[in-house]
Each structure stands twice: as structure tokens, then as C-alpha cells.
């Protein structure tokens, strides 16, 4: 059998474990590239991966590298290849394009010069050609380009490889199948499951961990149950082979089966919502594993003891994301989680895959090993712990830097510090007084060795110090702080007690949002003619993104007699905005009870009417995904999401990346057809996703919502007017 190159990609993160995997096939793995492995083999060791690759993506069959360094050439090179043997004439066709350089900007561009010359090659005399079909093609073209090379292939997986088909029901789970079964085997579990240990998720969710950790205990092939693939109707199949390799997988699916029920291995999966239950149990039965798995409605603190000799994995990913809940709160979820495994599964081994990692410390046992991975865009870490006295530790929060003394220990540093404060109080303080703004940025790590952002509150200041990079210790940090607590009083003319310092990460997930102490210390302050709640102490954000300032005054000019929505409100600031600048009504949804709270407080301030201008806790994702009400048409909306979250009280997982153009598409079903919604966020790396700009009319305003104190900062957030085409 002929030797043929192949392109296998995965999640980021996964290209070691596939490089494995792959050889485990009979492919020879070349090299590693983003998101991916490239490989010889022979078609089978290709059906093989198709068929039995729990970690792939995609098996692309590679055909040619192609000169893209003008859409000329790539036209020509693609109009060259033997398409005559990968497609029939009388057959369909789609083209997967990704990437872009000078010469294609576009990647819908440049999947029609791909296209034009594919049909090229082979239209006949008489104008016969292949078709066009997004939907059901007979063959999928993988194009590829990377700076001035195009690489060229067919897709023989047809759909993602990591749906198994067993996950149908809407509401996306937080992990894909393909992460859960890399975090399996990270986690040593084939190794246990050989020895007869069980596994058991005791936050499972829909089930997908322990779907994916019985099919492999049991030797399922992950596409078994898939009927149809992208290599079905290439006239390169092998039809004789692919029958004897799922006939091979069928037997070894029988053994398997044969081997559990002579071995006492479970398989449990336990959570809190009967619904999420429901739908795991459906997940399990889709399947066919339905009378193998254990699926139960259970709190953790109610995790049965296990029973067994062989100890076994207990792997479990918690809740977390931008938005989640309280630090206590969470920090008490992961500590009940350490109780309750340490009490039930003493000898086990415990797994515990998260976006914040600080939180393992919460757990009372002391990690052996870290993984870094990444659940979709979002850094993660998965955490290995053996359960057992000698990994025990105390149980506690995340770090909190602890109270600084106000102490200069080298007065050159310091007075460069004091001297830049000045500098800009003069600056940006002058022109604040001349606006009539009271809140404000005046420092944002101007100095790289003051890594911190001070904000004026109406006479307060809130400072917010940066982690440290890695080249400053820990002890060098916090001298620095103790520096700036120093000169801040004097430089600003204010006194000490009036400041507030926390340390925060930059763009660090959940950190954002988290509540900190309970103070209660809330006051008002004034911007364009509205008053707003800010509280500086209880969390890590005030209840006031200063950023957006210029977003809402632009909001209140234009609000006048006109319908407002306001998506994932926060404290409902942009809302106050509206109703002050005369919006006959207003709808602000947010999932967290205590920013609807604080949102309704702040328009009770301004005296709006809050039978007119109502603020409801609601899941944002869920709410756009259902059909509109009669009353549910607005002149303007905003929409600021976060940038990732999977709370606990969300139907799906929120990726501001992969996610923002159904949003948009769905608040744009609510939008009056003069309408404009107001679409922002602050992910430093978002890209507009070309089919909004191809949908609607698009007009980017990030940098005229940026006023004079974050003009230094250009990548704080990005901000579009989207109206509907006329």
C-alpha cells in the first residue's frame, strides 16, 4: 500500500498526546505544528485515525503545497493538481479555506479562487462541471495557507472527529469530547482502568468525562457509531478495507465489553441539577452505555464512600469563568471538593481540570503534576493529586497580599514615580476638571517597575497592582507597592486612608470579577449628569468600567424616546445612561443577582421609572437563543460580553471569539431596522468574524471610545456600530 502524507489536527495543547496516538495507528509522525501533527501512512493507518482517534480533529489527506503569494499563482498551482482524481465531475464539492496573508485577505476569497480552480481542471467541453455544496458535499477541500504556501488536501473526516454523535441536546457542554479524553490520559487512566479501577465524576455535568472514560476502559472506537465521513463518496475510498476495519472494531468492542463485565470497574458520574442529570443520562444512552454508567443527582458533600481494593480516578472539571460567583464561594466549592474525596476515595487519584488553577490550593491536597492545556481559548491547567495522608495540606484561599506598610526603600525610585503622578495630574487631571469627570485613570504601569493602575474616584483613589512578571520577585513587588503607598499621598495631595490597593492579574479570568471582603462600603459618584453606586473594597472591579465612559455619554445622547437593551449589564451603568438621556423604556438582563440588584439600586438613584426601565437576572445566552417576543424590538442595544465564561447557572459555554457572531445575529433579531447595537469587548486578540461585515453595516468606533485616559492603552476594549443593511 502506496505511502501518503497526512495533516491531523486537535486542540492546542494536544499535539503530543496525537503524535502518540497517531504512531499507535501505523502513521510516521514527521513534525508537530499549531494545532496539529503532520504524518506519513498508508490509507488504512488514515481510516485508522478517522475511525479510532479519540484526541483528532481532522485527517486531512495532504495532495500539494501551492505558491499563494499572489492569488494569481494559487490559482494557477490549484488549477494543476490531478482533481480528476478526487472528484468527479458530475459530483459536489466545499472548500474548508483558513488563513490569510498580503495577497488573500480573505478567507471567503480566497475558498473561490480555491473553488474556480478546482472546476477549472475540470470542466469538460461541454460546460459539465462540478457543484457547489456547503451542506452535503461528495468531497471537502482542506486549504490551508500559512504566509505565502497554500497546503491542499481532502478532508476524509467529514464532520469534527471529537462529536462522537452521542452529544445532541442543545446547550454545549464545557468540555469537547476530545479535551476530556486527553485529560483522561493525562491523567494515567487507561493504566488504571487495566489495573480495574473505577472512575467517577462527581461534577459531571452531561456527562462527558465519564462517556469518553468508559468508551475507552471498554475499547469503543470513538467514530464507531458514525455513519457518515468525508472520505464516503471520494473516488479514492476503499470500501473493502474500511468495511474490515469496522468489523475489526466491532469485535474488539464485543471483547471489551466482555472483559468489564469480569471485572468490578464502575463508571459513575453524580451533580446537583436533575436536569443536567437528565441530559447525561440521554448523553450515556446515545452511546449505548446507558446500563454501564451510574448517573445520579448528588452534592458533593453527599459522595459516596467507594468500595475496592484497586484504587481508581475521580476527575472532575468545576465550575469557573469571568463571571462565576464570590471568591468564598468558590474557594468553599473546591475545599467541599477536597473534604468530600479525601472522606470517600481515600488512595484514588484525583484529577481536577480548571481556569483557575489558585484554587487548588483550596483543595487541601498537595499536587504532584500540572498539565498546561487550554479549554478552547482559555489557559487551563489540569492537576493531578494522590489521595492520601501524605498529600494532605491545610486547606486555603488563593493568596491575598496582606497589609503593606506606606515605606520608601530607594528614594531615586520613588521620586520617578512621584514625578510621573504629578506629570499627569497636571495632564490628564486637568483635563478631567475641565470635562467635569471625577473618575478616571491617572496611571496605568506607566513605569514598568511600578506595575499598578491608579484610578481617581471623586477624591479617592483605587489602586490596582499588576502580578509582578517573572523577572520580579515576589519581595521586590511588594517593596514597590509599599513605595508607591508612600509617595501616592503627597503626589496626589490626598490622604492615606483614602486609598484602596488590591492586586489583581490583567485580563485573568474570574479574578475580574470576584468579590473580596465584605465591607459594605458603597458611595456615588457623578458622570454626565448621572449618579452611580461604586464600591472599592468588596471587589476587584468597582461596579464602574471607567474605559466605557465615552460608550455611555454616547448612549445617552442618542437614547432619546427610544427602546434600550442592555446585554450583560454589569451594574446596569450604560442603562442609567439611557433613562437619563430619555429612553421611553429599557430591558437590562444579567445572570448574577447581586449586579441586578446594584443595577436597579443605580437607576432608583437617577429616579427612574423601574416599571419602564426593568432590570432581570438572566442567562444572556439562553435569552437570545429563544425566539423574540412582540415586545421584544429595541432602537438600541449594547452588548458588552465577557470574554469566556462556563458559570454553574449557564446553559452553555460563552467564547467571546467563537461565539460573538451568533450573539450579534441574535441581538440583531431584536434590533429595529433603524436600529444600532452597540457591540464591545476586551479581548486583546478578538478578530471581527468576516461573515458580520458581509451581513450587516459595520463601523468601528473603538478608537473614538477611547478618551484622554486611556488613549495609552488603545487595546483596553474594541467597540462596533452594527445596523441592518438597507
Not at 8 to 36: D, H, I, S, W
Not at 206 to 221: C, F, N, P, Q, Y
Not at 318 to 333: C, D, M, N, Q, V
Not at 373 to 394: I, K
Request: contains cysteine; aromatic residues 8%.
Amino acid at each position: 500500500m502506496s505511502e501518503l502524507n497526512f495533516f491531523v489536527t486537535c486542540p492546542k495543547g494536544l499535539e503530543y498526546l496525537l503524535e502518540a496516538e497517531l504512531q499507535t495507528f501505523g502513521m510516521e509522525p514527521l513534525r508537530n505544528a499549531p494545532a496539529g501533527v503532520w504524518a506519513n501512512g498508508t490509507l488504512e493507518s488514515g481510516y485508522r485515525a478517522c475511525l479510532w482517534s479519540r484526541l483528532a480533529n481532522r485527517v486531512i489527506l495532504h495532495l500539494a503545497d501551492v505558491d499563494a503569494t499572489s492569488a494569481d499563482l494559487m490559482l494557477g498551482g490549484v488549477t494543476d493538481l490531478p482533481w480528476e482524481n478526487h472528484i468527479p465531475v458530475t459530483g459536489s464539492l466545499r472548500v474548508n479555506f483558513v488563513g490569510q496573508n498580503d495577497a488573500i485577505r480573505n478567507t471567503q476569497f480566497g475558498a473561490q479562487r480555491v473553488k474556480d480552480g478546482i472546476v477549472d481542471r475540470l470542466r469538460t467541453a461541454s460546460g459539465q462541471r462540478p457543484s457547489v455544496d456547503a451542506k452535503d458535499p461528495d468531497v471537502t477541500i482542506s486549504a490551508r495557507l500559512h504566509r505565502g504556501v497554500l497546503s491542499v488536501g481532502i478532508d476524509l473526516s467529514g464532520e469534527s472527529l471529537h462529536k462522537r454523535g452521542y452529544r445532541t441536546e442543545k446547550g454545549a457542554a464545557p468540555l469537547k469530547e476530545n479535551l476530556a479524553a486527553a485529560l483522561l490520559l493525562r491523567s494515567g487512566w487507561p493504566d488504571i482502568a487495566r489495573e480495574g479501577g473505577s472512575f467517577l465524576d462527581p461534577m459531571c455535568g452531561s456527562g462527558t468525562l465519564v462517556i469518553e472514560a468508559a468508551m475507552m476502559a471498554m475499547d469503543l472506537a470513538p467514530g464507531r457509531r458514525r455513519e457518515h465521513w468525508g472520505f464516503s463518496r471520494w473516488p479514492g475510498h476503499d470500501a473493502e478495507l474500511w468495511l474490515g476495519l469496522r468489523q475489526e472494531a466491532e469485535k474488539r468492542a464485543l471483547e471489551g465489553r466482555q472483559r468489564l463485565s469480569e471485572q468490578p470497574i464502575r463508571f459513575s458520574g453524580y451533580d446537583q441539577e436533575p436536569a443536567v442529570i437528565a441530559t447525561a443520562r440521554n448523553n450515556a444512552g446515545r452511546a449505548g452505555l446507558g446500563e454501564q454508567i451510574t448517573l445520579e443527582t448528588r452534592d458533593i458533600e453527599a459522595l459516596p464512600a467507594e468500595s475496592g481494593t484497586v484504587p481508581g480516578l475521580a476527575l472532575v472539571n468545576p465550575p469557573y469563568g469571568e463571571r462565576l460567583s464570590e471568591r468564598k464561594e468558590l474557594a468553599a466549592l473546591y475545599s467541599a471538593l477536597g473534604e468530600a474525596v479525601k472522606r470517600a476515595l481515600p488512595g484514588w487519584r484525583l484529577g481536577v481540570f480548571t481556569g483557575a488553577p489558585e484554587y487548588g490550593k483550596s483543595l487541601g491536597l498537595r499536587s504532584y503534576k500540572q498539565y498546561r492545556l487550554y479549554n478552547g481559548r482559555l489557559p487551563a491547567r489540569l492537576l493531578l493529586f494522590t489521595v492520601d495522608e501524605a498529600s494532605a495540606r491545610t486547606s486555603r484561599a488563593p493568596d491575598v497580599p496582606g497589609e503593606i506598610t506606606p515605606r520608601i526603600t530607594n528614594q531615586e525610585r520613588a521620586a520617578m514615580l512621584q514625578n510621573r503622578l504629578r506629570k499627569n495630574m497636571k495632564t490628564i487631571g486637568q483635563w478631567a476638571r475641565k470635562q467635569g469627570i471625577g473618575c478616571y485613570r491617572l496611571y496605568d504601569a506607566d513605569m514598568p517597575e511600578f506595575a499598578f493602575a491608579i484610578d481617581i474616584y471623586e477624591g479617592r483613589v483605587h489602586v490596582q497592582e499588576y502580578v509582578a512578571p517573572k523577572t520580579i520577585d515576589e519581595r521586590s513587588a511588594r517593596e514597590r507597592l509599599a513605595e508607591a503607598l508612600a509617595v501616592i499621598p503627597d503626589a496626589l495631595g490626598i490622604d492615606g486612608a483614602d486609598i484602596v490597593c488590591k492586586q489583581r492579574q490583567r485580563q485573568a479570568g474570574l479574578n475580574q470579577y470576584e468579590k473580596r471582603e465584605a465591607s459594605g462600603e458603597f458611595f456615588n459618584v457623578h458622570e454626565h449628569g448621572c449618579v452611580l453606586r461604586v464600591n472599592l473594597k468588596d471587589y476587584l472591579d468597582t461596579g464602574l468600567f471607567l474605559d466605557h465612559r465615552p460608550v455611555r455619554h454616547w448612549i445617552q445622547q442618542h437614547a432619546g424616546g427610544k427602546r434600550f437593551l442592555n446585554l450583560f449589564c454589569y451594574t446596569g451603568a450604560a442603562t442609567v445612561h439611557a433613562a437619563v438621556g430619555g429612553a421611553s423604556r429599557s430591558l437590562s438582563l444579567d445572570m448574577s443577582r447581586t449586579y441586578v440588584n446594584w443595577a436597579q439600586d443605580n437607576l432608583a438613584l437617577n429616579r427612574a421609572d423601574l416599571s419602564r426601565h426593568r432590570v432581570e437576572q438572566a442567562d444572556c445566552l439562553q435569552w437570545l437563543a429563544e425566539n423574540p417576543g412582540p415586545d421584544q424590538r429595541f432602537d438600541l442595544i449594547f452588548m458588552d460580553p465577557p470574554t469566556f465564561s462556563n458559570s454553574a447557572r449557564m446553559a452553555g459555554v460563552l467564547d467571546i471569539q467563537r461565539d460573538h457572531a451568533r450573539l450579534i445575529g441574535q441581538a440583531m433579531q431584536r434590533l429595529t431596522s433603524e436600529g444600532t447595537l452597540i457591540f464591545s469587548n476586551n479581548f486583546r486578540r478578538f478578530k471581527l468574524d468576516n461573515a458580520v461585515e458581509e451581513t450587516f453595516a459595520v463601523t468601528e468606533v473603538s478608537r473614538e471610545t477611547l478618551d484622554k485616559d486611556f488613549q495609552r492603552n488603545a487595546r483596553i476594549h474594541r467597540c462596533w456600530h452594527i445596523q441592518h443593511k438597507t
